[in-house]
């Protein structure tokens, strides 16, 4: 049996773990959106500590990795602000795409 397409949450935590100077472009989209007024700003504000908890050890990424991923309230809730546009390479990003495209 063949293991379900990945979300496109669990996308990008793959490429934040591969590729971690992503976290920079969620943290600059984090600042952007509450500089503009953003209605989520706590969970922005959550955003941001894990972002940078997750630039800082291992144990910050794994944090991250739970909310992306995660399927409890919290990180639910969470991920409906979730500050990664644009943060996907173009490859990605278009895979990403697919996959929404296809499960709906």
């Not at 991250?64 to 399927?71: E, G, I, K, R």
């Not at 990180?75 to 390479?89: D, I």
């Amino acid at each position: 049996m063949t293991e379900p397409a990945p979300t496109y949450l669990e996308l990008v935590a793959q490429a934040l773990l591969q590729q971690p100077e992503l976290l920079a472009a969620a943290r600059s989209n984090v600042a952007r959106w509450l500089a503009q007024g953003a209605q989520a700003r706590d969970r922005l504000l959550v955003w941001d500590v894990l972002l940078v908890g997750a630039s800082q050890s291992a144990a910050g990424m794994a944090a991250l990795q739970h909310a992306l991923v995660s399927h409890d309230a919290e990180s639910e809730r969470l991920r409906e602000f979730a500050p990664f546009a644009g943060v996907l390479p173009r490859q990605l990003r278009r895979q990403a795409r697919d996959l929404c495209t296809y499960r709906h």
